[in-house]
Each structure stands twice: as structure tokens, then as C-alpha cells.
């Protein structure tokens, strides 16, 4: 019967219930082949490269050429009608590795120590989530959060004056699991997984920290593997500027929301400490890795097995995690938790050695949830940074930091917003201390009344329905911004003047031309529009 040609998620998802469930009879087809280690449920590689087909990957400890081996060792090119591909066993090995942050939140540091020097096990706290007794605690790695000597304090290293042990403190680690686990399906899963309660005068945030990565020569397109749908965009570094999802819609990285199971073929995400926001390609749901070469049966049994896209690189190679990131939720276009990040792969080489294998390993979130009794916390509905729909309750006032990071991923997603807000990032704390401590500066912007029109914009930010101001006692907003523009060039660094001579006339067109937040996004779209036209 072989895999069926696969079009949509639903489609992709029927078509891995139907491996899952024969692959007990694959098992038993192959078990009589002594090179077999273990068979899963997956996406064909070729050449080093993903082809998007749904298969039976059969581990083996080395890939040899067919007239090397035996018909009686040989794998066959299908099992129960469903195609294989023949994969090297991986080994595997966790990924742990400055500082802290309140309110609690996804994809920061955490560590069962307050000393940064003293670091050997740092990962990354996944998200937030609800214990069984109803109190609110963090999700991690078992090897991040477990101590020995029975401490059970858990911390987020930074120095300070009472060396850590007072303001560091965020909870107390409980029994996890770093073992396998029967889960509800009968299945035994391998599962690196703990929760620590957060103290009481801990707050927290059920959020994941926002990675804003700029680009100002305009966002690049990855290439995906055949069969996946969605859109990764990177910066002239590799670095993420956005991820939309299957519909085309943007996906906010700083949302989780409760969650799914994996699927092969399609684009996950994470954020961790050390190498911030990444993205992959699932290329296994019931996969295994070994911790040592002469393992008799396997360490890791069916966990989750992620190729890297993009985001970061270790050595000009790009990676999904790195150490450090052990404890970061896996999240899918949906916004769902699909899996654990437990650690990252390697192969041993033939003539001794190893080498990066390019694969985070994870447990898979169903019975990382079960087994810990835990209820993932979903994110709050984002703010939208447009204008004319939305209403602003009196009695709930807008938060305007949601506001700001709300329209600072709505900037990322076209080459003009990302020009804009590039210019913000490399120049703002300049014209800051300009204003601040620059006397001919500081005298520009209040006579020309720029506090004032300052307040009056972050309350259009705060509120859609508010118009731009465009004149403050007497003084037009043109008049304020042409007085700045001509005393920066003047006061401001040899890179300060060359931005603002290149593109401060596009600004103040941009700027004075505006009615209102929505109207000045609708303006940058038009902007790159245009462009992408002529080019």
C-alpha cells in the first residue's frame, strides 16, 4: 500500500496514526535482522536532506553499501507496505549551560545553584504550568532542575550582594521522572522531566520572552523540505525575524497554548537560553538515541527528533538547541507544546571521534503532562496593534508593553517595518542621552513641546481609536521633527548623522502622513509593497 501522497495536517496526522499502528507488526517483521536497533515513524532523509515522505525509519549502529552486507542482514525497501529508510543510531546527550528575570517566564535561565561560576547543569525554564495542588510552577528537564544532597532550592544565577541565595531563589524542585515511563498508550517513553512550585513572592508571566532579531536589508525566506507548509524568515545572519504559520498568519513566539502531539514534516519552534529562537523540521515521533556506543538496548526510546532550519549556528553550522537549552518547550505553528527539549545528538565515527549530528532530542509532551500531573498555562490573548477593531476596556488598561511588543513583531514582517525598527534599535539609547544630557539637544525637544507629544503617542499606542497628535499648543508635529532631525545631525555620532541624513526625510514623510498606529502600519506595507514590485 505504501505512504499516501500527503496534502493537508489532518491528512498527515491519519497517515501517522496508521504507521504508529502498524509499526508493533514492522517490529516483528524485522526482528530477525541483528543490525535492527529500533524502528520509528518519521520523515525520509536523502542526501542529507528531508524529502517530506512518511516512513519507517530503521535504526542501525553504522549504514553500510548493500554489497557489503548479506541478503540476511540486507533491511527491506518496505515492511507491511509502508516504505523504510535505514538511519544511523544517534547518540545522545543533554544540553545544559546569564540572568535573572521577574516576572518568571518562558525560555530564561534556571539552575539548581545562585552562582553563575559554580554552573555545571543550566538550562532553560519551557513555560509555566499548573501542579496538581493548584500552585503555579515552572517545566523543565529533570538533569537541569534535580540536585543532589537533597537540595531542593531551585535558582536564576545572577551576582548581587547577598550572593544569591536570598534574591536568586525562584522555588523548590518536586520528584520528576529521568527515566522511561509507561504512558495511557502503552508505549514506555523516555522522559527528562521535572516541575519546581515558585515561591509565593515569585511572580510569573505565562509567557515565552520575546527574541527580536532585525532585518534591515529585508527578511529571506528558508527553503523548506517538500510537504512542509509555513514560512521561517531570517536576517542576513541566519538570525529569525519571523515565522508564519500554515494560513500565511504571523505566529507570536512569546504565546503557548496548551498542547498537541508531534508531527513529522512539519515546522516547530523554541526559545531557549543560549541560542534564543530557533526553528526545525520534525523528522520523528517515536524515535531513540543511545548514551553510549555499547548500549544493549536503547537509552531513548520513542522521544522526539527535530532538524534544524534556522535561527542559530554552532561552528557555521545551524543548530536548534545548544547547552543551555535543555528544558525548552518544542512548540508548532499552532502555538502548542508539542515536546520537551532534553538534549542534542551526535554520531561516533568509525575511526574514532564524534561529530555533531545536527538533531535535538525531546520527550514528547502527552506523557511528559501525564506522568507529572501538570496543566500547561495558556499565554493571554495578544494586544492587536491595529486600528478600528478593537475596544479598549476602561476598567482594564492596556498594558503598554504588550502594546509595544505586540506592534514590534507586526513591524517584523515586512522590509520597511523591520528598516524602521532597525533604525530604532541602533539609535534610540543615543538620542536618549542626547535629550537627556546634551544641553542644545535637550533645549530643541522641549521647546518644540516633544515631552508632550511623546505622552500623546504612547496613549495612540495604548488606544487604537486615538489619533497620531499632529499639533501640541501651537507646534506641528513636521516643525518638531525637522527641529530634532537638524539638531541631531549636528550634535549626534558620525553613525548617528549618516542614518539620519540617509533616511530621515523617508521618516518624517512616514511619520507626519499617518493618522493614527493602524494607519502608519498600513503604510509600511504599502512601502514594501512597492518595492517588492520593483524588484
Sequence with gaps: ????????????????????????????????????????????????????????????????????????????????????????????????????????????????????????????????????????????????????????????????????????????????????????????????CAIAELDSDVGSNNRVRRVTNVAVEGPIDVPLPSGTEGIVRVNAEGKIVAIHNEEGELVDTTSIAASAPALPGTIVWKVGNKTDLTAGIVVEVVGMGLAARDSVTPDFRNVLMVRPLAGAKVDREVVFSDFGDSGSVIVDLSNRVVGLLAGSCFRQLEGGGTEEAEVTYGCRIEPVISALGVTINPSPEPIEPAGGAAEVDEAEPVDLGERLSALEARLLTTASGARFLGLLHRHAVEVYELVSRCRAVTVVWHRHRGPAFAALLARALCDPNTPMPQEVDGVPLERMLVAMKEVLVRHGSPVLRASVEKDGDWLLDLVCSCMGVGDFLSRLDDASASTDART
Design 1 to 192: 500500500m505504501g505512504t499516501k501522497t500527503i496534502v493537508t495536517r489532518s491528512e498527515r496526522e491519519a497517515e501517522v496514526e496508521r504507521l504508529i499502528a502498524l509499526r508493533e507488526s514492522a517490529v516483528y517483521e524485522l526482528s530477525g535482522l541483528p543490525d535492527v536497533r529500533w524502528v520509528g515513524v518519521g520523515i525520509r532523509e536523502r542526501g542529507g536532506e528531508l524529502t517530506g515522505e512518511l516512513v519507517f525509519r530503521v535504526y542501525v549502529d553504522r549504514k553500510r553499501l548493500l554489497s557489503e552486507l548479506p541478503k540476511s542482514r540486507i533491511v527491506p525497501r518496505s515492511v507491511v507496505g509502508v516504505p523504510t529508510d535505514v538511519v544511523e543510531t544517534l547518540l545522545a546527550r543533554p544540553t545544559c549551560w546569564d540572568k535573572g528575570t521577574r516576572p518568571v517566564i518562558g525560555g530564561i535561565e534556571v539552575a539548581s545553584s545562585p552562582f553563575d561560576e559554580m554552573q555545571n547543569m543550566v538550562g532553560t525554564i519551557g513555560c509555566l504550568v499548573t501542579a496538581r495542588d493548584g500552585k503555579q510552577a515552572i517545566l523543565s528537564n529533570h538533569h537541569v532542575l534535580a540536585r543532589a544532597l537533597g537540595d531542593k532550592r531551585i535558582f536564576q544565577p545572577h551576582y548581587d550582594t547577598c550572593l544569591g541565595f536570598t534574591c536568586n531563589r525562584i522555588g523548590t524542585v518536586l520528584p520528576g521522572f529521568h527515566n522511561h515511563h509507561e504512558h495511557d498508550d502503552g508505549l514506555e517513553y523516555w522522559l527528562d
